[in-house]
C-alpha cells in the first residue's frame, strides 16, 4: 500500500556543492527529509526498471533516513534498491556501485568532512546514472520542486530491512539488496593498481599509518591495506565507523588530524602516512618529516601516474578546481595534455571525464580521484601513492624533492575563517569585488597585481556556464590568492582564502610554506580586509 502525505514546502532546502546540508535536528522535523527525497524523486531521470543506490558514512540519523528513503523508493516506481550493509557506502563505492550495476542514481547520506552527532550535521546529496554528483541543472530542478512540493509518498507494506544482514528482500514489487559494501570498491582497486609490487613492497619493509577517523574509510582500508595488501594489523587508526566519528572532527588536515601528523614528525615515523574523511573522498598525504599539500600531491600523482597499471598508457588530460594551485598544470604542460581549470565541486569533472578530456582530477581541498569513478576518492590517491612507492623504491621526500627540482615549486596554504557572521563575510566579498577592476598595475608591498576577476566557467563539453565561482587576485610571477565563500558548511558562513608562490626552478625550493607566503598573506589582509570586516584576526584553520 501506498500512502500519499500532504506536506508544505520548508525554506532553504538548497542543494550547495554537495547536497543538501544541515543539523540533525533540522533534517529531524516530521516530513523535512521525505519533502526533499521527494523532491528529489519528483525530477530525477529514470526509465522503467529503473534501480536506485543507497548508503551513507554512518553518521547519526543515517539509519532512519535509509529505511525512509527504502521505502518511499518503492513508492516511487523504483524496481530495485542497492544498499551498503549497515546503510555504509563510502562517496567513491556509491559511485562505483552506481556505475557497476547501472543504477539511474543514487542518493548518499552524507555532511563528508563535518562532525556527526545529536547535535551536528547531517546531508543527502544526489548522484545521476554516471555516478557522480548531480549538476547544477539538476540541482536548481530539485530546488524549485522543494520550493513547490505539496505531498510526498511512501510505501507501508513488505518487510522490514534489515541492512545489517546481506540479503534480498521486497517491499512491494521493488526488490532490496542489502550488499557488501566494501568487496565491489576493493575489487575494483585491485584491478587499477599493482597490488603485487606493494604486496612485495610491503614484506620489503614499507610501512605506513592509515587514520580513518571512526569514519567510513575503516573498513574498506581495513580490507584493501591489512588485508589484501598485508600491512600489518594495526595499520588502520581508528578504524570502526562511529555515529559521532568518535566525538571528532572527520576533516584529514593537520589541525584535525594532528596525532598523525605529530607520529610522521617523529623519528619512529612509518614510511607513509595517510587519512581519509567522513565519507571516504578525501584524503591526508604525510611522508616521514614531510607534509604533501592537496594541490602538490595531485601535480605529483599525475606526474607519476605511469608507475600504476591501470595509467601506463598515458593520462587524456589534467583537471584541478580554479582554487588549487597550478602545480599540476605544469605537470600537464610537461606531458602535452590539457589541463582544465573548473569551479570548486566535483560535478564539474563529471562532463570532462565522461568526455574522455581528462584521467586525473584534483581539488585544494584534499579531494583527489581519476576516470574509475565520478567522485573523488580518498583511499585511491593513498593506494597510487603507495603504488609509486613500492614501483620506485624512494621515499615521499625524494619523490617531492625530484618533482619541485624539475617542475619548480608552488608554495601553497589555505586559510578558513569558520563560522563568521554571513553578512560580515558578504561584505568582505563585496568589497573585493568593488576594487576589481582597478587593482591591475597596482603595487602592494613588494608585489604587482597582474589580474583580478571574478572567476566564470564555460563548461567546454555541454557549454553550462558557472559564474561568480570566486575572486582571483593574480600577481607578476604566479603567485595570487583567492577569495570564496565555502557552500558545505551548515551554519554561518566559512570564508576560505587561498594563497599561492610559485618559485621557478632556480628558486628557494626549501623555504618555510608560511614564511614563502608572508608578501602574498600580507596583500590578502590589505586588499580584502577580512580582519576589519570580520573581527576575525587569524584562520580557525590552516591547511
Known sequence: MITTVAATPFSGQKPGTSGLRKKVRVFQQPGYAETFIQSVFDVAERGEGA????????????????????????????????VGQGG???????????????????????????????????????????????????????????????R???AEDGADIDLDRI???????????????????????????????????????LTMAFDAMHAVTGPYATEILERRLGFPTGTVHNGTPLEDFGGHHPDPNLVH???????????????????????GDRNLIIGKGIFITPSDSLAMLAANAHHAPAYAGGLKGIAR??????????????LGIPAWETPTGWKFFGTLLDAGKATICGEESAGTGSDHVREKDGLWAVLLWLNILAATGKPVRQIAEEHWARFGRNYYARFDYENVDSAAA????????AQLADLPGTAVGPLTVSMADSFAYTDPVDGAVSADQGLRIGFAGGSRFVVRLSGTGTQGATIRLYLERYEPLDGILDG????????????????????????????????
Do not use: C
Open 321 to 334: 578546481s580554479m582554487p588549487t594551485s597550478a602545480a599540476a598544470d605544469r605537470v600537464a604542460e610537461a
Open 257 to 279: 588530524a594532528r596525532v598523525l601528523y605529530d607520529l610522521m614528525m617523529s623519528p619512529d615515523a612509518p614510511a607513509l602516512g595517510a587519512a581519509s574523511d567522513g565519507d
Open 426 to 433: 558578504e561584505a568582505v566579498v563585496a568589497a573585493l569585488t
Open 152 to 154: 510526498w509518498m511512501i
Open 512 to 543: 618555510d610554506t608560511l614564511t614563502m607566503l608572508t608578501d602574498i598573506i600580507d596583500a590578502a589582509e590589505k586588499l580584502a580586509r577580512i580582519a576589519a570586516l570580520t573581527g576575525r584576526t587569524a584562520p580557525d584553520v590552516v591547511t
Open 167 to 205: 540479503g534480498t528482500s521486497l517491499i512491494g514489487d521493488m526488490i532490496v539488496d542489502v550488499i557488501d559494501p566494501v568487496a565491489d570498491y576493493a575489487d575494483l582497486m585491485e584491478q587499477l593498481f599493482d597490488f603485487a609490487a606493494i604486496r612485495e613492497a610491503v614484506r620489503g619493509g
Open 51 to 82: 534501480a536506485l543506490v543507497i548508503g551513507g558514512d554512518g553518521r547519526f540519523h543515517n539509519r532512519a533516513v535509509i529505511a525512509t528513503a527504502i521505502r518511499m523508493a518503492a513508492a516511487n516506481g523504483y524496481a530495485r534498491v542497492l
Open 88 to 150: 555504509i557506502l563510502s562517496t567513491p563505492a556509491a559511485s562505483h556501485v552506481i556505475r557497476k550495476y547501472r543504477a539511474s542514481g543514487g542518493l548518499i547520506l552524507s555532511a563528508s568532512h563535518n562532525p556527526g552527532g545529536p547535535d551536528e550535521d547531517f546531508g543527502i546529496k544526489y548522484n545521476i546514472a554516471n555516478g557522480g554528483p548531480a549538476p547544477e541543472a539538476v540541482t536548481e530542478a530539485i530546488y524549485a520542486r522543494t520550493q513547490a512540493i505539496d
